[in-house]
């Protein structure tokens, strides 16, 4: 349609949800400057080229997306907690993780480049932003997993990718291969590098459960021009969880110590979580690490629930309800350990 309507319809829509009750914040200060960007560009309109509006139109629309997906009140508050403790460390700036409800169940794990404010900057270069420039991070979902924390482990794969690219890992990774004349590394696609690093990326935070969604959702992929194969990526990510040396691991290792970054690492520690989930009762997680960990031994809980049913069971369970006591339990164990973390860290004038 007309982008000058279409931006009136999206500024709508973002002050009418803004007024949702959300904890975060950065998402709905994101969501006001951005109103304010395009309600200026909209009344300066007559010195501005269609085109341009066009373009605005087309990135603060794919903003929107997530934007609003974030803010409504399915927004996946416990896996966005996770990922925001995750990327604390890696964050070279302000960024602002926003997720997509999507009803597509397969390929619908997928991070998305988006930098709204670039596109301002050069349209408007007259708008005063007052510094304001955070990385917007597009990740999505499918919509039956926003309340199924195990099943969303593919986030922090997802995550990786943003990491990727706001350091500039595996492109510089590339560089040094060619400068180093490591001819067996060569001839890889620039996506296999991104999705390797992804998976290294999701294994410092998730362990092992990595490696099982990944086989449990794409079991026998084969190489493609964007992905490697599942049996490569699985190679990679158990030779890093066994440390066992690897030359795609050490140049991505060399590559991140090059920028300044951290270096991979495990950053997870396991709970044991049995003596809980088999008494129905949520975990209290203790550290920011054992959250992280928590959704690695969830995982594992639920396949041997699968295989073995649940102690307190008399008769076998039909595996949804399965998946529902473990998810269950698993939500509300992160629920209850960011509110802890949340009281804990409120000034005596914000309670």
């Known amino acids: 349609m007309r982008p000058n309507i279409d931006l009136r319809l999206i500024v709508d829509s973002l002050r009418k949800v803004a007024a949702t009750p959300y904890f975060d914040a950065r998402v709905l200060t994101y969501s006001d400057h951005l109103c304010r960007a395009v309600e200026f560009a909209l009344a300066h309109k007559p010195s501005l080229p269609d085109a341009a509006l066009r373009q605005l139109s087309e990135v603060v629309w794919i903003a929107h997306q997530y934007l609003v997906g974030s803010i409504s009140r399915e927004a996946p508050y416990e896996m966005e907690f996770c990922l925001k403790k995750a990327l604390d460390e890696w964050k070279k700036k302000e960024c ?8 597509d169940l397969y390929g619908a794990f ?7 404010w670039e596109i301002i900057q050069n349209i408007l270069p007259s708008f005063d932003g007052k510094g304001f420039n955070p990385a917007l991070i597009l990740i999505s979902l499918p919509r039956v997993y926003r309340s199924k924390p195990i099943f969303c482990i593919p986030l922090y794969h997802e995550l990786g990718h943003f990491v990727d690219r706001h350091w500039g890992i595996t492109t510089l990774a ?21 999705e390797f690093f992804a998976d290294l990326f999701a294994t410092c935070y998730v362990g092992e459960s990595s490696i099982r969604v990944l086989q449990t959702a794409a079991p026998n992929n084969p190489t493609s021009a964007t992905h490697p194969s599942t049996s490569d990526r699985v190679a990679l990510m158990r030779a890093f969880l066994d440390g066992t040396p690897d030359p795609k691991i050490k140049v991505i290792q060399n590559a991140l110590i090059r920028l300044g970054a951290p270096v991979l690492a495990p950053r997870y520690l396991l709970p044991t979580i049995s003596s809980a989930y088999d008494d129905l009762r949520t975990y209290v997680v203790q550290s920011v690490p054992e959250v992280h960990g928590l959704l690695a031994s969830a995982w594992a809980y639920f396949e041997g629930a699968l295989a073995n049913g649940f ?13 529902k006591v473990v998810n269950d339990l698993t939500e509300k164990s992160i629920r209850n350990y960011s509110i802890r973390m949340m009281w804990q860290n409120a ?5």
């Open 110 to 116: 997928h991070f998305r480049q988006a930098d709204p």
């Open 174 to 194: 590339q560089v040094m291969i060619r400068q180093a004349s490591l001819f067996g590394l060569s001839g890889m696609p620039p996506g296999h590098w991104a």
């Open 347 to 351: 000034t005596p004038s914000a309670i």
């Open 96 to 103: 602002v993780i926003t997720t997509s409800l999507s009803l």
């Open 311 to 323: 102690p307190w069971a008399r008769t076998p369970l039909h595996e949804g309800n399965i998946e």
